[in-house]
């Protein structure tokens, strides 16, 4: 499976983005998806999963402010992020969650900064 990050962009603090996966093949078959990033200096981190059923989970500091979603019609997985902070600056990927090491992309960049 090839994945396709898009999206990402230059926003001010307070700003909205919303990032999308594009799926290469049929995702309907995994059981959950997920949105992580990586910021310069850190690890990759998990920021919010969805399951094929819908449920869906999110790091603690992004709860109430980012909202994941799946469409399996569209092989995608989308990453609408609101009141968006500096920190939430970094590299943003999608994979299966837990993650697939060959499904990893290149991702995209998202900078909040004024």
């Known amino acids: 499976v090839q994945l396709q990050a898009s999206g990402g962009g230059l926003v001010q603090p307070g700003g909205s983005l919303r990032l999308s996966c594009a799926a290469s093949?049929?995702?309907?078959?995994?059981?959950?998806m997920g949105w992580y990033r990586q910021a310069p200096g850190k690890q990759r981190e998990l920021v919010a999963a969805i399951t094929r059923g819908g449920s869906t989970n999110y790091a603690y500091s992004v709860k109430g402010r980012f909202t994941i979603s799946r469409d399996n019609a569209k092989n995608t997985v989308y990453l609408q992020m609101n009141s968006l902070k500096p920190e939430d600056t970094a590299v943003y990927y999608c994979?299966?969650?837990?993650?697939?090491?060959?499904?990893w992309g290149q991702g995209t960049q998202v900078t909040v900064s004024s």
């Open positions: 994979n299966a969650d837990p993650p697939i090491g060959s499904w």
């Open positions: 093949r049929s995702i309907f078959s995994i059981s959950a």
